[in-house]
């Protein structure tokens, strides 16, 4: 391309002069809109090729209008506009260590070969986090690059397992590196972790992990040995400085910040999952994003009026606030998306939400050039009640271990699944106490089928779990209520606190205060709130609410974000505070 070309190539770009598409690439604070023609981008990638064919035959798509942007929120600003400098004039200058991975990531996903190929030239020991490298080349398949990182790592070793990189990485990669062969010796890993293996988590290393990749490498004594195993198997003894074998590895979680993060699971022998039962599960390992900890779940599913028994796979993300909560999940869990309410405060000690602007949840390919599988979920409120969210069946097993769709790699017998995870500002976490006798407390509640309970009769109820508060047990009571001198027969929502003392021989009385929500769905819109104060309930009269709180109307408008459409439901919860109480035999 001669100069005068280049510069007028360069000129449209920067200029973005007669430019007829626009993307909003990055997430967060970090978005940024860039400029750029159509006739230039087909003709350098089949990927926009083929998006502006499908702009062609269909006007209504969203990115149809030149005045409207396409969103990218997977790839870096920074690696996309060195992408479109390349294909523009076949600038490389911005192609540094610091960007190599999200520019590699960008070329793979618009299918630009020369860029791929000068993304892999980039010098190893120039990368930005050669850990977090190796980790990417296996996840795009470039098994060269993983090589290369890996021998980088061994020569290396003596250097950076002192670096604050070595401490962030995963326990899967951390058994590899421990388990590769050119770190065989058992002296050479323990004196070049140095004082660096004190500072990692063996603890919360699964134990089947643990078993098969740490044990064997002889990286630690027998004494340490016996520690990690007796923290697996009672954790919440005082193992740190108590008994023979006391623990001198780290106990808690890694609490990332980070409002973004990516979550991996390998479903290995996924023939064996696929024949188990419907709503069987398996787990990943879990990964802090926020502040909070975050996880996999897959789950075999039958499709609602299937006839045919055919299985599916359900693929959910899930939450929780702290460390040790995670074992809660397969008591929490009713169905793929909905989850146990009620007394849930007898299981956790803290409340706790947090909103996902996204998740995109992937089924990587392990074919070259194959398209993963995906689909977006956007704006979704996740709390200490629901801590679930997902596709109830995302891809049949069928299609999912069928050879020629490339997810499934048949070598292995496994499949990789994936959830790209975009969070808002700081969750909120709260802690509360765990005694029945607690002055304070929140009764929650999900009303399933609510298009349905929403056609039954005047007068039809739903009730919550009971909570004990103050020793007294509570309940929610959810009813069909019609709006005094109404007569359009519009329904409308009950919403009542119902108490009665822990014995039925005895006469009680409590004065109390509430506030009663409908726990919003949609990040950004406040909860439905109502409130009371100082009411005084007793044997007789052991009820107080709103009998006309929301329309039904109102309450299932999606726009409003109360209602959840695609699991037809809504949650309820009542904070309920209990200033004096009392009891008296009959």
């Not at 200058?93 to 980039?122: E, F, R």
């Not at 065989?184 to 134990?207: H, V």
């Not at 309930?537 to 408008?557: C, E, H, R, V, Y």
């Amino acid at each position: 391309m001669s100069q005068s070309v280049v510069d007028r190539m360069k000129h449209l770009l920067n200029t973005g002069e007669d430019a007829d598409v626009y993307f909003l690439v990055g997430d967060g604070d970090g978005k940024e809109l860039f400029s750029a023609h159509k006739l230039i981008l087909k003709h350098a990638s089949e990927v926009f090729a083929a998006m502006f064919r499908f702009d062609a035959k269909n006007e209504k798509a969203e990115f149809a209008s030149a005045n409207y942007p396409v969103e990218v929120t997977d790839v870096e600003a920074a690696a996309f506009k060195v992408m479109l400098s390349f294909i523009y004039t076949g600038d490389l200058s911005g192609l540094n260590g610091d960007n190599a991975m999200a520019v590699l990531y960008a070329a793979k996903k618009y299918n630009i070969p020369d860029l791929v190929d000068a993304s892999l030239q980039v010098p190893i020991s120039s990368l930005r986090n050669v850990f977090l490298a190796y980790t990417q080349a296996g996840l795009y398949e470039f098994e060269n690059l993983a090589n290369d990182c890996l021998a980088y790592i061994d020569r290396n070793a003596d250097n950076l397992f002192k670096s604050d990189a070595f401490l962030q990485i995963d326990q899967k990669l951390l058994c590899e590196i421990l388990g590769h062969d050119a770190l065989q010796i058992p002296e050479n890993r323990r004196a070049i972790l140095g004082p660096a293996l004190y500072k990692i988590r063996f603890p919360l290393i699964s134990t089947e992990e643990f078993t098969k990749k740490i044990v064997p490498s002889k990286v630690l004594s027998k004494d340490e040995v016996i520690a990690v195993y007796q923290f697996h198997s009672l954790p919440n003894y005082r193992w740190i400085s108590d008994g023979l074998f006391p623990m001198q590895f780290p106990i808690n979680g890694r609490i990332s910040n980070r409002k973004t993060g990516t979550i991996l699971m390998d479903i290995e022998k996924v023939s064996e999952f696929a024949r188990e039962a419907v709503d069987s599960i398996r787990y990943s390992e879990k990964v802090y994003i926020n502040g909070l900890s975050w996880k996999i779940m897959a789950q075999i599913k039958m499709k609602n009026g299937s006839t045919d028994n055919e299985k599916w796979l359900g693929f959910n993300l899930l939450g929780v606030a702290r460390e040790g909560q995670e074992g809660l999940w397969n008591r929490l869990l009713s169905t793929m998306f909905q989850f146990v309410s009620g007394n849930i405060e007898a299981a956790i000690d803290s409340q706790w939400q947090c909103c996902v602007r996204s998740a995109t949840f992937r089924i990587v390919s392990q074919n070259k050039g194959a398209e993963n599988s995906t689909g977006t979920l956007c704006d979704r409120a996740l709390n200490n009640k629901s801590i679930g969210w997902g596709f109830k069946n995302f891809i049949s097993f069928a299609e999912l271990m069928d050879p020629n769709k490339g997810f499934c790699n048949k070598k292995e017998d496994k499949v990789t699944l994936a959830i790209d995870v975009i969070t808002d500002d700081e969750p909120k976490v709260e802690k509360f106490t765990l005694d029945q006798s607690k002055s304070t407390g929140t009764i929650s509640m999900e009303i399933e089928k609510v298009s349905e309970f929403s056609r039954e009769i005047f007068l039809s109820e739903r009730n919550s779990e009971i909570v004990h508060i103050k020793g007294f047990q509570w309940k929610i009571c959810a009813r069909i209520e019609k709006k005094n001198e109404s007569t359009d027969n519009e329904k409308w929502l009950g919403f009542y606190l119902l108490c009665d003392a822990s014995e039925e021989d005895k006469h009680w009385s409590c004065k109390c205060m509430g506030a009663f929500r409908i726990v919003s769905q949609k990040c950004g819109v406040p909860d439905f709130r109502g409130a009371f104060n100082d009411q005084l309930l007793n044997n007789k009269t052991n009820s107080w609410g709103f009998m006309k709180f929301i329309s039904f109307a109102q309450l299932m408008d999606p726009s409003k974000g109360f209602y959840d459409k695609s699991e037809d439901k809504v949650t309820l919860a009542i904070d309920v505070t209990v200033k004096e109480a009392k009891t008296e035999d009959k």
